[in-house]
């Protein structure tokens, strides 16, 4: 199920991305119109700022990184042009079979969804989704996942297999850039002891911060002392606590905070 060595390479080059919503908040502060960011401006920032951006921004970075590597690849999603919309892309192996790479929702690698071709299962996995394991089910026009958690919890995404177009998919990141609807920062890290090593889901919303993990789901404790979420969102994210400021300053403003 895992993907092709190539593929990988270039998936590792976003290990340490978070998933985050502040830098559209940032940019706003900024007086810049929202709208998608070129990947060279994303490229910038991230340089600069540690910033990473959302699923779309994420999505048409990957795609970037693969196509620059001679990797075939093309933009999938759900419910695209909704405030629900949901960005991955599709890399294609050395015979054509297709991976789903979900760089939005921090998995940990890609996972093969073409049946029929050598490695494909549809019994659970894990090593692939921090904190739960996953089953994938795909008849090659959709995929759906199975997302299993620690005390029998379970939730379920499907994707459409075949290529969004590229105009489409832009119009959806422009869509989804000018939205303001919540502070999420979500990232994977990775947990080491000894010879062992987990990765779990860290995640801030809204006030509250999450560890979701192979042993369940915990509710990290809030700043005290000099802390300030600003400052602990930054320690996880790498984000510029600067930019985490000022941005949860506008979804505050914006009664989102």
Same mark, same amino acid.
């Given at each position: 199920?895992?993907?092709?060595?190539?593929?990988?390479?270039?998936?590792?080059?976003?290990?340490?991305?978070?998933?985050?919503?502040?830098?559209?908040?940032?940019?706003?502060?900024?007086?810049?119109?929202?709208?998608?960011?070129?990947?060279?401006?994303? #490229?910038?920032?991230?340089?600069?700022?540690? /910033? %990473?951006?959302?699923? =779309?921004?994420l $999505?048409?970075?990957?795609?970037?990184? *693969?196509?620059?590597?001679?990797?075939?690849?093309?933009?999938?999603?759900?419910?695209?042009?909704?405030?629900?919309?949901?960005?991955?892309?599709?890399?294609l192996?050395?015979?054509?079979?297709?991976?789903?790479?979900?760089?939005?929702?921090?998995?940990?690698?890609?996972?093969?969804?073409?049946?029929?071709?050598?490695?494909?299962?549809?019994?659970?996995?894990?090593?692939?989704?921090?904190?739960?394991?996953?089953?994938?089910?795909?008849?090659?026009?959709?995929?759906?996942?199975?997302?299993?958690?620690?005390?029998?919890?379970?939730? #379920?995404?499907?994707?459409?297999?075949?290529? /969004? %177009?590229?105009?489409? =998919?832009?119009? $959806?990141?422009?869509?989804?850039?000018g *939205?303001?609807?919540?502070?999420?920062?979500?990232?994977?890290?990775?947990l080491?002891?000894?010879?062992?090593?987990?990765?779990?889901?860290?995640?801030?919303?809204?006030?509250?911060?999450?560890v979701?993990?192979d042993?369940?789901?915990?509710?990290?404790?809030?700043?005290?002392?000099?802390?300030?979420?600003?400052g602990?969102?930054?320690?996880?994210?790498?984000?510029?606590?600067?930019?985490?400021?000022?941005?949860?300053?506008?979804?505050?403003?914006?009664?989102?905070?």
């Amino acid at each position: 199920m895992k993907a092709t060595e190539e593929i990988l390479r270039v998936w590792r080059r976003f290990d340490d991305f978070p998933m985050e919503t502040l830098t559209k908040a940032w940019l706003h502060a900024n007086g810049e119109k929202f709208g998608p960011r070129s990947v060279e401006r994303m #490229r910038e920032d991230r340089g600069k700022y540690g /910033t %990473s951006g959302n699923c =779309f921004d994420l $999505a048409l970075w990957l795609l970037d990184e *693969l196509r620059n590597e001679g990797i075939a690849c093309y933009p999938v999603g759900e419910h695209l042009g909704t405030d629900d919309a949901h960005a991955a892309v599709i890399a294609l192996g050395h015979e054509g079979e297709r991976y789903l790479c979900d760089l939005g929702d921090q998995w940990i690698q890609p996972v093969l969804v073409e049946p029929d071709r050598e490695g494909y299962t549809e019994a659970p996995l894990s090593g692939f989704f921090p904190g739960a394991r996953i089953a994938v089910s795909s008849d090659g026009q959709a995929a759906n996942i199975r997302y299993m958690r620690p005390g029998g919890k379970e939730s #379920r995404a499907s994707f459409d297999l075949e290529p /969004t %177009s590229e105009a489409e =998919f832009k119009e $959806a990141a422009a869509y989804s850039q000018g *939205l303001l609807s919540r502070p999420l920062v979500e990232k994977r890290i990775r947990l080491c002891t000894g010879t062992d090593g987990r990765t779990v889901h860290w995640e801030y919303e809204n006030g509250q911060a999450r560890v979701s993990s192979d042993r369940g789901l915990f509710r990290e404790s809030e700043p005290n002392g000099e802390e300030t979420w600003a400052g602990r969102i930054s320690r996880r994210s790498g984000i510029d606590e600067s930019v985490v400021r000022i941005a949860l300053d506008v979804y505050a403003e914006e009664g989102m905070a």
